[in-house]
């Protein structure tokens, strides 16, 4: 039963939460799928039935881009995050950096494509976390 997997009692989840649990379930049902398929048809010895495991793991992949589309049009921290780091060049691990207009984990450059964000408090650059002295000055 789907509400096995919720962690609090359903009355107390909006129907927007539920969505996005529903979503959040149907990619990691996808994503299970695709492994699935490749790990089938790595292990085949027979081309033909090579070639119909791949067409079902990639359209398992196509139902999982549709899902992780529609997560990414609804919630605005995967939308951030999938503009950080999705479709972008240079090491994954700078990404954020890059996005923040800092120097990347290994010293690398923010890449040209690289965005910004555009969501919350503007970032401060000097070090601190924002949030007042902890020393009280």
Known sequence: MASDTYHEPLELISEPTKDLHRAISSLMEELEAVDWYQQRAGATQ????R???EHNRDEET????MVLEWIRR???V???NIATYVNKQGPIVGLEAAAEGKTG????KPSAGARAPTR???RR????LGIGSLKGT
């Open 105 to 108: 984990a290994a010293g690398d």
């Open 62 to 65: 196509e139902h999982a881009m």
């Open 120 to 122: 919350g408090a503007p």
């Open 78 to 80: 995967f939308d951030k």
């Open 74 to 76: 609804n919630n605005p």
């Open 125 to 128: 650059n000097d070090g601190s």
């Open 46 to 49: 027979d081309p033909e039935l």
């Open 51 to 53: 070639a119909v495991l």
